[in-house]
Nanobody, 126 residues
Framework: QVQLVESGGGLVQAGGSLRLSCAASGRTFSSYAMGWFRQAPGKEREFVAAISISWSGGRTTYADSMKGRFTISRDNAKNTVYLQMSSLKPEDTAVYYC?????????????????WGQGTQVTVSS
């Protein structure tokens, strides 16, 4: 069982930056692949970024609209995954969720993840 707690959301102007954090409980964090998803009002949850377990190279993947603007990383010593977001746009406004996948492999679909945080709100003003 893994518990995830996101933080770092808030209100930012377009073009600004935010760093989201997701702290995980448990001693098996390093064996989980981690992902970030987001959900805007009236829209389905969508994939943002994912990172595999470190001993497989810590590979990352991003949704096309986030490439070059968002960076996912992990610190296994701190049981934390991060999402650095820059050049933010109003359309990035959403609740951002982190998720854990026990297989350790990259996943881009929400049904591939077993554990979810409660979400953190990101609002980008124009």
């Amino acid at each position: 069982q893994v518990q995830l707690v996101e933080s770092g959301g808030g209100l930012v102007q377009a073009g600004g930056s935010l760093r989201l954090s997701c702290a995980a409980s448990g001693r098996t964090f390093s064996s989980y692949a981690m992902g970030w998803f987001r959900q805007a009002p009236g829209k389905e949850r969508e994939f943002v970024a994912a990172i595999s377990i470190s001993w497989s190279g810590g590979r990352t993947t991003y949704a096309d609209s986030m490439k070059g603007r968002f960076t996912i990383s992990r610190d296994n010593a701190k049981n934390t995954v991060y999402l650095q977001m820059s050049s933010l746009k109003p359309e990035d406004t959403a609740v951002y969720y982190c998720a854990a996948r026990p297989s350790g492999r990259l996943g881009v679909h929400s049904n591939e993840y077993d554990y979810w945080g409660q979400g953190t709100q990101v609002t980008v003003s124009s």
